[in-house]
């Protein structure tokens, strides 16, 4: 770890994820992570903020969000709040 490295960045799991600050690299691994995190918590409606730029963060998390079996749904985010810039995901429910 060199001297600039804080460790894992601590993230708020409410249910609203904004991807902008963080590396290509990073984001599938982190989507992964922050939908399992938000199921354990119950929350089941995700908003994934990708924004609306070219459209490759758009399609690397609707390439995830299609394979991942935990994922019921998936549909841009309605026009009103911010359209094609996000993402809202359904999970499945928790099973006890």
């Not at 770890?1 to 982190?30: A, C, W, Y």
């Not at 490759?56 to 935990?70: Q, S, Y």
């Amino acid at each position: 770890m060199d001297e600039n490295d804080t460790g894992p960045i601590q993230l708020p799991i409410d249910g609203v994820l904004d991807l902008h600050s963080f590396q290509p690299r990073e984001v599938k691994d982190l989507v992964l992570d922050y939908l399992a995190a938000c199921q354990e918590k119950g929350i089941l409606q995700v908003r994934l903020i990708h924004g609306k730029g070219i459209g490759n963060l758009r399609r690397t998390v609707h390439a995830l969000l299609a394979k991942h079996p935990e994922v019921v749904s998936y549909s841009l985010d309605h026009p009103q709040f911010s359209g094609w810039g996000a993402t809202i995901v359904t999970l499945k429910a928790k099973q006890k």
